[in-house]
């Protein structure tokens, strides 16, 4: 599913990842955990070809048999479009745009018609619980319904992976514990992956896989 070889990146003088390997099964839900600075949130915009690391021809990166590094720029953002998505702490849902609207950006992107655009956004709703809340601004919706939101948006395009960067950082326990539960349920009813950033040490154990990461390198990989 997810084959990175040899991944380093520099900031200037500064080593962020020092020569990482890792692979990752389609299906499994793996948690990367570590303080900060250890590169965790940098690994996971490498994998979810938002950054690039640092040319070597020893480095690769493969995302559903797909060799990321041959891609030109624009094939590059209509992979990521139709195969990626993510999930910030922040949702970044435009404030002007309904709830409905917003899920559907990714999919106009993707040339997907309005209405079967709007079809799949209605039955994501419902399966969120959201299914009230369709014209709904952001702003009218409570943190945790503003974040499921955020996680329809992502799965709108049926993506392969989704990449998510402490999804429940600036969620209460309750909103949090809700949406951890959601990527297990969505794992089991669409076969995706889940790569999670997160210092939520729940969340992390719930994983299928631990990954403990410390000054640009994975010390752990841990089955849980």
Not at 65 to 88: A, C, H, P, V, W
Request: glycine share 6%.
């Amino acid at each position: 599913m997810i084959s990175a070889k040899n991944i380093h990146k520099y900031y200037g003088d500064l080593h962020v990842l020092k020569g990482l390997d890792l692979h990752i099964k389609k299906s499994e839900i793996v948690s990367i955990v570590g303080a900060s600075g250890a590169g965790k949130t940098t690994l996971l915009q490498i994998l979810g070809t938002l950054d690039k690391p640092e040319k070597n021809k020893e480095s690769s990166l493969q995302i559903n048999d797909t060799d990321i590094y041959r891609l030109s720029s624009k094939e590059l953002s209509k992979f990521r479009n139709k195969n990626i998505g993510f999930i910030f702490q922040f949702h970044q849902l435009l404030p002007e745009f309904t709830a409905l609207e917003n899920i559907c950006i990714p999919a106009y992107i993707h040339n997907t018609p309005k209405e079967k655009a709007e079809e799949r956004a209605k039955e994501l709703l419902g399966f969120l619980g959201l299914k009230n809340r369709a014209n709904h601004k952001p702003g009218e919706l409570s943190g945790g319904e503003q974040q499921r939101i955020a996680v329809a948006r992502a799965l709108i395009n049926n993506p392969a992976v989704i990449f998510a960067d402490e999804p429940s950082g600036n969620l209460d326990s309750e909103s949090a514990e809700n949406l951890h539960q959601l990527f297990f349920k969505l794992r089991d009813e669409f076969q995706q992956t889940f790569v999670i950033v997160t210092h939520n040490e729940e969340l992390a154990d719930m994983a299928d896989r631990k990954i403990t990461m410390q000054d640009g390198k994975i010390i752990d990989k841990k089955e849980i």
